[in-house]
């Protein structure tokens, strides 16, 4: 599918969900995308790209910005502390704050900065233990320490088992968010961002639909 084609799915699953199309930002998924690809969507105006790796990230972006001037590029993999910094130099947002001794080294590193990505907290909504992210339980308490840290925290990200129905991990997320007041829900990828956006996605992250499947030969 082309980036146009996806747009116009989000934008009519947003008027059948009662949602203003521009409410759901489309986040086109760039991790380990042959670069004659991803320069393609780049030129065809598209400016939001998301990452799973800093190194990876760090040997793209800045030419491309280069060449292209702005553009947006979120961190959606897990960060490992000793490339916080990087990752604060190079992201406009990331989306997988995911433990306490992360949140403590951002707030170090904001202050020494002066300036901090948006964050996200990814929640680990399906209990599984090879995945990263908070457990439901500890959402809340989560929450408000990253708040009580001075962070720019957004919003919140999940993905869901890939054996269940996604829509009922979207409806979780949500949940958590409206009762922490927190605007932004990054969730829905390839296979299910509708999904997503009838349950009140504001970021969708597609990767292998807007670029074909990835070759990690
Ligand atoms: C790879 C990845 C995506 C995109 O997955 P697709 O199924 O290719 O759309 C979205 N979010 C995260 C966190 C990812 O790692």
Redesign the pocket.
Known sequence: MSISEIQTRITSQSKRSNRAPESTRL?A?S?VQPIERVRAVVESGHRLF?E?KVQEAAGKWPALREEFGDIDVHL??PLQTNKARQAMELFQAI??VDRPKLATTLARLKDELGHCPDLFIQINTGREDQKAGIAIEDADDFIAEVRALNLPLVGL?C?PPANEEPSLHFALLRKIAQRNDLSELSMG???D?ESAVAQGATYV??????FGE?DYG
């Open positions: 986040i998924v991790k998301g799973n959606l993999g989306h997988s990200m993905i990828m390839s296979g961002f992250r597609v990767g292998s639909a807007v990835r």
